[in-house]
Each structure stands twice: as C-alpha cells, then as structure tokens.
C-alpha cells in the first residue's frame, strides 16, 4: 500500500500555499486536518525550496518547525522533517519526527549522513544538484531517468557508508529540482529505472510547474491538484512507496480506486 504524506509548509513563500499555515494554531489545525483525510506522514518544511528561493538560517528554521513537530507529537501524528540541514534534523528528530526528508539527498549539509545515522531514523534521499538559486541551469541530462538513478546511487553509497541502515532509505528522484518539464515526465514514466536501485521510492509532483504546465496559465495552484491525484495513482500502480502531496483527500481517493483494482486482479 502506497503512504501518502501530506505537505505542511509553516513558511511565508512557499510557492503553493505561502504564509497560510505560518502561525502555530494555523498549521496545527493543517496538520489535524491533513491526517484526517488519510496522511499517514505529516511532512513539516520551514524553508522554502522554490525555485529562486533563499536559503533560511537554522534558528529561524527551527523557530517555525520545531513547535509544530512537537505539539503535532503530543497529539499522536507521525511527522518528518523536510530539511536540508543536520542541526535542524536532530532537533526535530528528538521532538519526535519519525523522518528526515533531506531534498539535498546529503548534499547541503556534510554531517547530515552521519546525523542521520546516529539518530536511527528515516531518511528520504532526494536526487539533487544545487540550491534552489541556480538549479535551472542544472538541468541537462543525456538521460533523465538514467542519470538521476545513477546520481542517486553515488548518494546512497555515502549514505549506507556513513552508517545510515539500509532499511531506514527511501529515494525520491527530486522532481522539478535541476529538471524541466520533459525530463520531470520522463522520470516518472520510467519509474523502472528507479527501482533498479532496490530502495523504496518516494514521489513529490504535487503542484509543481511541470503539473501546471497542463492547465491554462491563469488557473489556480489549487487545480493542479487533480492532476497531481492521477500522477499519485499511477506511480501507486506502479509499486512505489509513497507520495508527498497537499491535497490528502483527492490523493486518498485516488489511491483507494488503486487498491480497489489491483484487489481484483487476483
């Protein structure tokens, strides 16, 4: 069965949602609303990841994300951490997360690996090729779907050889991360590829440029949910681990119509 993790952003320019669940009450209620609909995983970012985006300094990440990965712990929901850095990493992770989902893949922060390995959790291992300023000019690719195995390869390796366990690594292929719309649609309809590599796959589409590529210029960020619900059930159809999106409900149902079909397929 597909995970879903449901996106919760406490940070002021987000590209999806910016500044709606900044307060500690707003995002809470978020994050209750959220596991409601059927996240299994509440993934809490306190830096944006846009494209263009600044980097944040690590107290100012750990004031918006810390309060909210403890108070949804107090409450009995399963989060993780959508961090680029090893301080705000085990912070959280000793808040209570359960993961730490590093969109760097390792990169941004040389002790993340071995952060990671002494606190026994998670760890979400994105593909990843520069910082949100300069990542457009990253994407050239002989091909995308071999490439980004290969690239996520050489991550895992530093990872499992700084004592990251094996059965705590998911990889994710990074998509709209250092990849324009072709390359995005080409990783995931080879999704094969990915699993060549032997480690569950997580999956980010939702409302990203590439989806809303496929709607008129002036539609709302909120239709792109639509689309991110069947790229979510076909990537399900196609085995991998989880999904990350912002709308759990329509994400929910589409995953149930998976579980449904494949129900009777025997």
Known sequence: MT???GVLNVTPDSFS??????????AVAHAAELDAQGADLIDVGGESTRPGAP????????????PVIRELTARGIRTSIDTMNAATARAVIEAGA???????GGQADPAMFDTAAELECGFMLSHWRGHS???????VYADAAADVRDELKTQLDRALDAGVHGSRLVVDPGLGFAKNHEHNWRILARLDVLEELGFPVLIGASRKRFV?????DDAPIENRDLPTALISALAARAGVWGVRVHDVASTR???DVVDQWKAFER
């Open 3 to 5: 995970l879903i993790m």
């Open 98 to 104: 359960s993961w730490i989902n590093d969109v760097s």
């Open 17 to 26: 949602d910016g500044g709606r669940w900044a307060s500690l009450d707003a």
């Open 133 to 139: 300023a300069n990542m457009n000019a990253l994407a």
């Open 253 to 255: 149902l589409a995953l």
């Open 212 to 216: 809303g590529a496929l709607l008129p």
């Open 55 to 66: 980097r944040v300094p690590v107290d100012e990440e750990l004031g918006r994300v810390l």
